[in-house]
T-cell receptor
Framework: GQNIDQPTEMTATEGAIVQINCTYQ??????LFWYQQHAGEAPTFLSY??LDGLEEKGRFSSFLSRSKGYSYLLLKELQMKDSASYLC??????????WGAGTKLIIKP | GAVVSQHPSRVICKSGTSVKIECRSL??????MFWYRQFPKQSLMLMAT?????????EQGVEKDKFLINHASLTLSTLTVTSAHPEDSSFYIC????????????FGEGSRLTVL
């Protein structure tokens, strides 16, 4: 079956760095997305990886290892506004998004 | 960037009535749109994939006769919740893809449905 695993909840301190991991098993693979979602709002696109390696966008970086079925989202210089749920989603061979349950990130002062 | 608009953002209806939610891609053509439902404290659940000019593909467990999806044009898809019941109260979100190599999805603002 198809499956996405990511931690349910993580806590970090303002100004610190946090890494949110995601492992996936899908029928075919056409890329992996990370989304940020604040409560009551639609998810916001953060990153898309289809090739192995690290992609950096400002304070956020996303990494993919296709051979390991593994990705992570790295958030640096954490701010209180980064408190949100972070969703990992893999695009399968039919271009369907397979969603993880999301990781709730709590930022403490 | 690309914008996807949903309407209405909030709707309250009586049990037994039908409600239509629109999803529009404002500055690009979307051959495929996706409809999701979000349950409290859970991730988005894909309900169906809407393809322009053809029938929608529903995920397992989603009643196609209850959640009618129409993709009449390259910029508009609609979700109609028929004979709504209180358990249908939820946050419904659509997304659309520009196509191309990235497959980036753009999400609507979401529609919160409350059935009394």
């Amino acid at each position: 079956g198809q499956n996405i695993d990511q931690p349910t909840e993580m806590t970090a301190t303002e100004g610190a760095i946090v890494q949110i991991n995601c492992t996936y098993q899908t029928s075919g693979f056409n890329g992996l997305f990370w989304y940020q979602q604040h409560a009551g709002e639609a998810p916001t696109f953060l990153s898309y990886n289809v090739l192995d390696g690290l992609e950096e966008k400002g304070r956020f970086s996303s990494f993919l290892s296709r051979s390991k079925g593994y990705s992570y989202l790295l958030l640096k210089e954490l701010q209180m506004k980064d408190s949100a749920s972070y969703l990992c989603a893999a695009l399968d061979s039919n271009y369907q998004l397979i969603w993880g349950a999301g990781t709730k990130l709590i930022i403490k002062p | 960037g690309a914008v996807v608009s949903q309407h209405p953002s909030r709707v309250i209806c009586k049990s037994g009535t039908s409600v239509k939610i629109e999803c529009r891609s404002l500055d690009f053509q979307a051959t495929t749109m996706f409809w999701y439902r979000q349950f409290p404290k859970q991730s988005l659940m894909l309900m169906a994939t809407s393809n322009e000019g053809s029938k929608a593909t529903y995920e397992q467990g989603v009643e196609k006769d209850k959640f009618l999806i129409n993709h009449a044009s390259l910029t508009l898809s609609t979700l109609t919740v028929t004979s709504a019941h209180p358990e249908d109260s939820s946050f419904y979100i659509c997304s659309a893809s520009e196509g191309g190599d990235t497959g980036e999805l753009f999400f609507g603002e979401g529609s919160r449905l409350t059935v009394l």
